[in-house]
Structures are given as structure tokens and as C-alpha cells.
């Protein structure tokens, strides 16, 4: 009676262990795939903040040339009114 006692337990233990040694792995799969995900996803924002600094300077450097463009314009647009004073005051 004792033995088979003991064989139950053990029988039990052994049950329970292997149970908890499954638990324990499915956890580490799903740990290992979120971690996975996390770092495909971290890789997407990396690219897109990449693509997205591209365009700022893009953008910038457009901006810088429409603002040459525009200093330029304005030094014409002030060289023509000056000429124009000049015969006027002819």
C-alpha cells in the first residue's frame, strides 16, 4: 500500500513537473516571438524616421534655395525701384 502510495506521488510529480516544464516553454516561444516582433517593429520606425530625416533635409535645403531665390528677387526688385527714383528725379 505504501508503495503504490509513493508510485501515485511520484506518478503526480512527475505529471506536474512536465506540465510546468511545457508552461515554462510556451512562455520563452511567446517571449522569444513578442521580442522578435518588438524588434521588427523598432526596425520599421528606424526606417521610417530615416526616410522621414531625408525629407526634412530636403525640405530645408529647398527652403534654403526658395530663400536665396527670394534675397535675390528682393536685392533686384530694390536695385529696379532705385533706378527708377534716379529718373524719376531726372
Known sequence: MESERRNWWKVQYEQSTKRRE??????????????????????????KEEEHHDKIVSHETRLDSAKERLDTHGKRLDDHETRIQRLENK
Not at 511545457?22 to 520599421?44: V, Y
Open 22 to 47: 511545457e508552461e515554462h516553454k510556451n512562455t520563452e516561444n511567446t517571449l522569444k516571438n513578442s521580442i522578435d516582433n518588438l524588434n521588427q517593429l523598432l526596425a520599421e520606425i528606424r526606417d
